[in-house]
């Protein structure tokens, strides 16, 4: 069976400190990747999305980077963090349109 | 990409039946709507996806008229449990990429 694992669940960061956020599939192959934010009390907004190794899409211009080295394997990043990027961090597959599968999350907080 | 516009809340009893509407009139020829659910600080969670008339499994039914401008999910006999929020979003068939409205947060009341 698939399963998606993000880590860390929770992560207080000061504000201009990096960050790295790590999410890995097991059990498909190939599949799409996402990486969504959302902050308190609204909708999720897709930041970065990965039909292939080393092929990402950004919806949102930002401070925020991802990248994908490996075909299971997805990174969010950042050089400097900022106060508003402060939120719920969720990694998500999918194979081509399928529904989307979501990760437990990571809820950051920038100080 | 077709945008969604849903209501921002609702409120409803235990045992009613809940219908929750979406717009997206620039829904694309290829495109699916799909509908999650999302409790606080978990990933949402897949309910149901259509692309026409009606779909229905275990949890809901989804209602899409012939001009697929909108769609409602259709939660019978809802419980507390049922307390989430709601988000209508529509497949980029072309980009395979989804875009998540505001969702709509259902209050279920005893």
């Known amino acids: 069976s698939q399963t998606i694992h993000q880590w860390p669940a929770t992560l207080v960061q000061p504000v201009g400190s990096p960050l790295s956020l790590e999410c890995t599939v097991e059990g498909t192959s190939n599949p799409n990747l996402y990486w969504y934010r959302q902050a308190a009390g609204r909708g999720l907004q897709l930041l970065f999305y990965?039909?292939?190794?080393?092929?990402i899409s950004s919806e949102v211009p930002q401070n925020l980077s991802a990248s994908r080295p490996q075909d299971r394997q997805f990174i969010l990043s950042s050089k400097k963090l900022l106060l508003s990027d402060s939120g719920f961090y969720l990694c998500a597959w999918s194979v081509h349109n399928d529904e989307q599968y979501f990760g437990p999350g990571t809820r950051l907080t920038v100080t | 990409l077709a945008k969604t516009t849903q209501p921002i809340s609702m409120d409803s009893y235990e045992g009613q039946e809940v219908n929750i509407t979406c717009s997206h009139n620039n829904i694309a020829t290829n495109d699916y709507i799909t509908w999650y659910q999302q409790f606080p600080s978990q990933g949402p969670r897949f309910i149901i996806q259509?692309?026409?008339t009606k779909v229905t499994n275990e949890v809901a039914s989804l209602f899409i008229p012939a001009d697929r401008k909108s769609s409602t999910l259709s939660l019978p006999r809802v419980s507390l449990s049922d307390t989430a929020v709601y988000y209508c979003l529509v497949t980029d068939n072309a980009g395979n990429m989804l875009t998540f409205g505001g969702g709509t947060r259902l209050m279920v009341k005893p």
């Open positions: 259509g692309y026409k």
């Open positions: 990965s039909v292939g190794i080393g092929q």
